[in-house]
């Protein structure tokens, strides 16, 4: 009698521990799991999702006199060196700070007196973003910041680091995106004589478009390959 109950007693708690580990395999993500899925998505974004994508053919802006405009894609970069894509001094904080990649492209305003290279730098984490983001200019000078990028063969060509006259830096998330801008007629900086800061606002308010889409959360789809819940 006493056997037969203790087989009883484990048949019971065998059943509980099977049901419980049923239920484990068969639950949905919790919040925090979701949670996690989406901010492994950003974190990736700049990677997982086509260049075009992140770079859209044209981006919208507000003209100086008024209305809308559209500035221009002219290319991108293949290459994302961290190094290669800002001045040494900003090149060294990357590294410190856990830099994971850089992503470029080039820009033309409507009127097509204007050059901007956007660049998305990834990070290993917001923390290491935020550290690397007060290794740059944040009050629009185009040094210590994000290097040209000259295209071959179009408008850009002589985009070098001696035409900028302008920067800007943004964060969010494991993302910092730079601009730095310049004029087409591949002017120095130096030799412009009167100063226009306002030709230029409009790179910031592309940038702030890139950075939005890359770092705006979405609610994971843990039936979709690009996600892990």
């Known amino acids: 009698m006493a056997a037969s109950a203790l087989t009883l007693i484990c048949a019971v708690a065998a059943g509980v521990a099977g049901s419980a580990a049923g239920t484990e395999l068969t ?3 919790s919040t925090a799991e979701l949670h996690a899925a989406a901010q492994r998505e950003i974190a990736e974004r700049w990677r997982a999702w086509p ?17 809308r405009e559209r500035a221009r894609r002219i ?3 293949p290459r994302t060196s961290c190094a290669d894509s800002v001045d040494a001094k900003a090149a060294t ?10 992503v470029r492209a080039t820009y033309i305003d409507a009127l097509r007196g204007v050059l901007v290279t956007i660049g998305v730098v990834a990070m290993r984490d ?13 009050n629009g000078e185009p040094a210590p910041g ?6 071959r063969g179009t408008v850009a060509d002589r985009f070098t680091p001696v035409v900028r006259q302008a920067g800007s830096v943004r964060q969010a998330g494991p993302y910092l995106v730079l601009t730095t801008a310049g004029q087409v007629d591949g002017r120095p900086a ?4 009167e100063q226009r800061p306002a030709i230029f606002a409009f790179a910031t308010e592309i940038s702030e478009h890139v950075l939005s889409e890359l770092s705006t959360p979405r609610m994971p789809d843990c039936t979709a390959k690009e996600w892990t819940c």
């Open 93 to 102: 904080a990357l590294r410190t700070a856990g830099c994971r990649g850089v």
């Open 190 to 193: 130096d030799a412009v004589a």
């Open 27 to 29: 639950r949905g993500p």
């Open 51 to 67: 260049t075009g994508r992140i770079f859209p053919a044209t981006l919208p802006y507000a003209a100086e006199q008024g209305g």
């Open 126 to 138: 917001e923390r290491g973003a935020l550290h690397a983001k007060s290794a740059f200019s944040d």
């Open 75 to 77: 290319g991108i970069s």
């Open 146 to 151: 994000l290097r040209p990028l000259a295209l």
